[in-house]
């Protein structure tokens, strides 16, 4: 029987660098995970220094794991480099996510199966509706619509870092450079979807909720006054 600890993940952070210790407690908790190989933290904010360390303990077994952080400081500031290191990552699969959000171990080990059974599919596990607000605006929302991810929680193909780059037509690349939009999940699921001629599966983490944990916790600078849904880990 297949399980998520019969071959690795990669996680890819992407951070702006805005909130160190969040950053921290995510890298953190997935780091610890005995289905992640590695943690790739890809640091976003140009002018500023990454943390120094994410006391995570030096890897061994059991409880005690720890997968090796790699940290990236980027030149310039752009959502698409979270997408610039396959070369970095040897894993098959990567999970991709931002640095402010920590996902419950069910959802991501369901998400990897699915990987497993569907290699070339994208898995997202964060559901979001483009409606348009009363000025007619684009948002992300949870109603009925056309289901994104906001860049928030993807598995998928690591090979497929590269090849969304090398597919993408300059003048989107030019448009998400110097507008900086927050719509390169929808370039990101286009383009895969159309590499593998299959629509993006969504694993909801809402169902592995319990009424004493969340799966979803949202992570807030502690300097701020931590604040977030919640789960045990």
């Not at 407690?25 to 002018?47: C, F, H, I, K, M």
């Amino acid at each position: 029987k297949s399980s998520a600890r019969d071959a690795r993940f990669s996680v890819v952070v992407l951070s702006s660098g805005k909130n160190p210790a969040a950053l921290q407690e995510v890298v953190r908790s997935y780091a610890r995970r005995p289905s992640v190989a590695l943690v790739l933290v890809v640091w976003n904010a140009v002018n500023v220094a990454p943390p120094q360390e994410f006391g995570v303990p030096v890897a061994s077994n059991g409880a005690n794991y720890s997968a090796p952080v790699v940290v990236v400081r980027e030149k310039v500031n752009t959502l698409l480099n979270r997408l610039r290191h396959h070369d970095q990552i040897r894993t098959k699969a990567v999970f991709l996510t931002d640095d402010d959000i920590i996902l419950c171990e069910k959802v991501l080990e369901t998400a990897y199966l699915a990987h497993l059974a569907e290699p070339d599919r994208l898995i997202s596990m964060t559901g979001r509706a483009v409606t348009k607000d009363g000025n007619r605006r684009l948002r992300y929302d949870r109603v009925a619509g056309f289901l994104g991810t906001h860049g928030v929680a993807v598995m998928m193909r690591t090979s497929y870092l590269q090849q969304v780059l090398d597919a993408l037509p300059a003048s989107v690349i030019h448009h998400i450079h110097n507008k900086r939009p927050t719509c390169e999940d929808l370039a990101l699921i286009w383009q895969i979807s159309k590499f593998s001629g299959k629509e993006m599966l969504l694993i909801d983490h809402h169902v592995f909720d319990t009424p004493d944990a969340l799966c979803y916790m949202r992570v807030k600078d502690i300097s701020y006054g931590m604040s977030h849904d919640k789960y045990s880990k």
